[in-house]
């Protein structure tokens, strides 16, 4: 059986020995170096610049990055991750690990109030400080170690920086302390970059400085009230987890909740918050935003009424992370969604994929991880000379010689693409 990436559970140590033991990991370091092929010298540092070549470049070690990276180590590939903030990504620190961890102290709550036996024993509420310290567990206090440990043990190799296209399978990397190391990628790169909160132009909203998700998913104060500007899914579950925690919530919704699923879902969420207490207001815009004279935050509605609150959250959808990636270099606009075909490879190029939520075809970590695997398998079958279609499949497969490349073509071949099939 495949092995696959959870990077979802791969907090700190949680994972040793996960992985093959081919390598073994260098203590304390976190930028590392396994098996390049030297371009000229691999170590080479001049003026604090290096220069290192790869079978593959992932840039973004979401859990998306991660899984593109490890399926094609697995099949013989070299491949370096790039990540300039944490590995692990959105969805271990900000996402759904701290959102599902915010929300399940109050789930497991209500379930034992509705249970006559269980319901007689819950006398109090919750214990907020022992939820944000469950939560704070679950992120590993925001300490990515233990993903760089897996990454170490996988054999993928880790440059800590901000990545950049220079041109064709070229990467500089912009390190925090300004050293740049350039990448050079033999058969492709792939843009994992992930995607941010999107602030809507209402005038004043900036000057508020409202939450988006990071904010309140990592959130150590909870306010005594909370305004949510969005209905979506980031919208609805955070006004169940901070009505939980004890905050008055009101939640803004252009139209209903949960848009994009059957209305009726949508209708019994709201249903649900309003029985426990928020103010559900759909079919309103705010219009303008503003600290009033206790620098309280002020939302104008569009129906003439304004909401005041401690916090704002603005949920009101994603931006792909594609500003200052170089795109211009290569002919492609910047701050763009990545238009990929259903073998994640960029349309118009032979060697560049997006995969996860950067191409905008399903913005969820357990879809992206899907897509990861099956860009790693092309991005190997390609490189090993063989044909893949439009749909994923592999149509042919050359053997070209090499350890690690008849073993990629052999796995290729026992268990293709097509039994992990990439469909919109
Ligand atoms: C509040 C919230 C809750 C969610 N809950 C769930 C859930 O329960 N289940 C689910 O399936 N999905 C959930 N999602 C969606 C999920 O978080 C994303 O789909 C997932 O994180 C996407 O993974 P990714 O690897 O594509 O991008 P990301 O996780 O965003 O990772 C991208 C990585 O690339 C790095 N990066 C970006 N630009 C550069 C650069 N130029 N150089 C170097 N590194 C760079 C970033 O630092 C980041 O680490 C949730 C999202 C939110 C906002």
Same mark, same amino acid.
């Given at each position: ?270 249903? %649900?918050? #309003? !029985?426990? +207490?928020?103010? /559900?207001?759909?079919?309103? @815009?705010?219009? &303008?935003? $503003? ?88 991005? %190997?079958? #390609? !490189?090993? +000379?063989?044909? /893949?279609?439009?749909?994923? @499949?592999?149509? &042919?497969? $050359? ?26």
């Amino acid at each position: 059986m495949r092995r696959v990436l959870d990077a979802r559970r791969a907090g700190a140590g949680r994972r040793p020995g996960h992985g093959r033991t081919r390598w073994m990991p260098r203590p304390g370091g976190t930028t590392v170096a396994r098996n390049p092929s030297p371009v000229s010298d691999p170590l080479a540092s001049v003026d604090g610049m290096s220069e290192r070549e790869y079978d593959l470049i992932v840039i973004g070690a979401g859990p998306v990055g991660e899984n593109v990276a490890d399926r094609a180590v697995q099949s013989g590939l070299t491949a370096v991750i790039v990540e300039s903030e944490l590995v692990g990504g959105e969805c271990s620190y900000w996402a759904c690990m701290p959102s599902k961890a915010l929300l399940r102290s109050g789930a497991v709550l209500r379930a034992a109030r509705d249970v006559d036996g269980a319901k007689q024993a819950v006398t109090g509420d919750l214990d907020v400080a022992a939820v944000l310290r469950r939560r704070d567990a679950m992120t590993s206090d925001w300490n990515d170690s233990g993903q760089v440990q897996w990454l170490e043990g996988a054999g993928i190799d880790l440059v800590r920086g901000h990545g950049r296209l220079t041109g064709e399978k070229t990467v500089r990397v912009t390190a925090a302390d300004g050293t740049t190391t350039d990448l050079v990628a033999r058969h492709a790169v792939a843009v994992c970059t992930g995607s941010a909160a999107l602030l809507p132009g209402i005038p004043g909203l900036a000057d508020i400085e409202p939450w988006t998700s990071r904010e309140a998913t990592a959130v150590q104060n909870v306010p005594g009230s909370l305004a949510i500007l969005g209905g979506g899914v980031v919208g609805a579950e955070m006004a169940t987890a901070f009505e939980g925690l004890g905050t008055e919530v009101t939640i803004i919704a252009r139209s209903g909740l949960l848009g994009g699923t059957e209305p009726f879902a949508g209708e019994l969420v709201a249903d %649900a918050l #309003r !029985a426990r +207490g928020v103010t /559900v207001k759909t079919g309103v @815009d705010a219009t &303008a935003a $503003r600290r009033d004279d206790d620098g309280r935050r002020v939302l104008e509605l569009s129906d003439g009424t304004s909401i005041t609150a401690d916090e704002v959250l603005v949920a009101t959808g994603r931006v792909p992370r594609t500003t200052d990636l170089g795109l211009e270099s290569i002919g492609l606009d910047e701050g763009i969604w990545l238009d990929v075909d259903d073998t994640l490879r960029v349309r118009g190029f032979d060697w560049l994929y997006a995969v996860g939520d950067v191409n905008h075809r399903a913005l969820l970590t357990h879809q992206g991880k899907y897509q990861a695997r099956a860009a790693g398998d092309v991005i %190997a079958v #390609r !490189a090993q +000379g063989g044909a /893949v279609d439009a749909a994923g @499949d592999v149509i &042919a497969v $050359r053997a070209q010689g090499g350890r690690g490349r008849r073993r990629a073509v052999g796995r290729a071949r026992r268990d293709p693409p097509t039994t992990t099939p990439f469909h919109r």
